[in-house]
């Protein structure tokens, strides 16, 4: 698995941005949005249980991502077409304000090696990449386990502090100095 340090792996995969057949698909690249945070989430399978709580939770607070000068990307081996249906179809998912993702031929989740070996489906990772494009942040959970958006964000504020955060830190508190 890619891990601190390395390089986010390069993508372009084709997304779904809106509930409308006619304006809903786009192709999102390791390119798209370049000098920006990203914010690259996985989940198993549109249409499961656990999958829309957490996608749901990164959506209520995109625009806290985005006052970070961070996009969010959501990411499963679902093809676009099946994106789309449960975006039509979960009352949560309707108005969802970032790309979701389809990695149908699996080339990104095996590059970033975070396929579940017995399912064949994506661990729920969590990947923040830095503007030049490097992992700064990797968190995978078991599949029946959801994460928590707030402590991305949490982490994600650390990170661009480019200061010592001690355990627990909230963005405006202090930082340690080193003596």
């Not at 390089?7 to 000098?35: E, H, I, M, N, R």
């Not at 070996?117 to 959801?146: H, M, Q, Y």
Request: proline share 4%; hydrophobic share 40%.
């Amino acid at each position: 698995m890619l891990t601190i340090g390395d390089k986010f792996p390069s993508f372009d995969l084709k997304a779904v941005v809106s509930t409308d057949p006619k304006t809903a698909f786009t192709q999102v690249s390791d390119k798209s949005d370049k000098g920006k945070w990203k914010v690259v989430f996985f989940w198993p399978k549109d249409f499961t249980f656990v999958c829309p709580t957490e996608i749901a939770a990164f959506g209520r607070i995109n625009k806290e991502f985005n006052e970070r000068d961070t996009v969010v990307y959501g990411v499963s081996t679902d093809s676009e077409f099946v994106h789309l249906a449960w975006r039509q179809n979960h009352a949560d998912l309707k108005a969802l304000p970032f790309a979701m993702l389809a990695d149908l031929k699996r080339e990104l989740s095996t590059s970033l090696g975070i396929l579940d070996k017995s399912e064949g489906v994506c661990l729920r990772a969590t990947f923040i990449v830095d503007p030049e494009g490097i992992i700064r942040f990797v968190s995978v959970n078991d599949l029946s386990v959801g994460r928590n958006p707030q402590e991305v964000l949490r982490v994600l504020d650390a990170l661009q502090t480019d200061e010592l955060c001690p355990c627990n830190w909230q963005k405006g508190d202090d930082v340690l100095k080193a003596a």
